[in-house]
Each structure stands twice: as C-alpha cells, then as structure tokens.
C-alpha cells in the first residue's frame, strides 16, 4: 500500500525557517518525480516545488525559489522541503505527492500529474 506520511508544519513567525518532510513507502520510486504543493485557504492547490528521485533533478515555483529547497534521502524513502526567510503568504496547508516521470523530460508541474497525495501539514506564518 502505497503511503505519503507528512510531518514538520507548525507555527513559525515571519523569517523564520522550518523543514517539512514526506515518507514514501509502498513501492519503488526511482522512476516518479516528488513533490511539494499548497493550498491557501479559498486558493487552488498550486505546485511549490519538486525533485525527480532518479537524479535529483529539482524545480522550483517563483514564489518560493532561493528560499525553499526540495531534497530526497534515497535510504529514508523520505523528502524534504527545507523552508527559509518564511513570509505570511507561505501560509498554506502543505502537501506531498509522488507522479510517474521516467518518460518525461520536464518534471511536471500540474496537479493531475501526481497520482499519490499525502494528507497534508499545515503551516502557519505570523507576521
């Protein structure tokens, strides 16, 4: 059974950093790309970033590039999302998501490419 296991939101002030991970377990993951998406309350659920497990091939949202970095440990099964100078508009509840992407050049960006979600963790910025 394949499962995504966030943990690591909380409260933070703004500036401030903190680092979401997603364990993966269920199957083999050398041929998916992970992701990170969020959704603002009345907002849609938008991608924030993503790394392809094969290589480690990252993308970035513009709203989050050069503060927030994706990683993967390959032993752990586990992502990450390693969140820095943290603002009121990151206020979101963060999702995981794992899609098929060995045949694919760029790793995708839109919702319906990902097959598997976790529950998501919410993080709150105050300012």
């Known amino acids: 059974q394949v499962q995504l296991v966030e943990s690591g939101g909380g409260l933070v002030q703004a500036g401030g950093s903190l680092r979401l991970s997603c364990a993966a377990s269920?199957?083999?993951?050398?041929?998916?790309?992970m992701a990170w998406f969020r959704q603002a309350p009345g907002k849609e659920r938008e991608f924030v970033a993503a790394i392809r497990w094969s290589n480690g091939g990252t993308d970035y949202s513009t709203s989050v590039e050069g503060r927030f970095i994706i990683s993967r440990d390959e032993r752990e099964n586990t992502v990450y999302l390693q969140m820095n100078t943290l603002k009121p508009e990151d206020t979101a509840v963060y999702y995981c998501?794992?899609?098929?992407?060995?045949?694919?050049?760029?790793?995708?960006?839109?919702?319906?490419?990902?097959?598997?979600w976790g529950q998501g963790t919410q993080v709150t910025v105050s300012s």
């Open positions: 269920g199957r083999t993951w050398s041929n998916y790309a």
């Open positions: 998501a794992a899609g098929f992407a060995r045949a694919v050049a760029v790793i995708p960006r839109g919702r319906y490419n990902y097959d598997y």
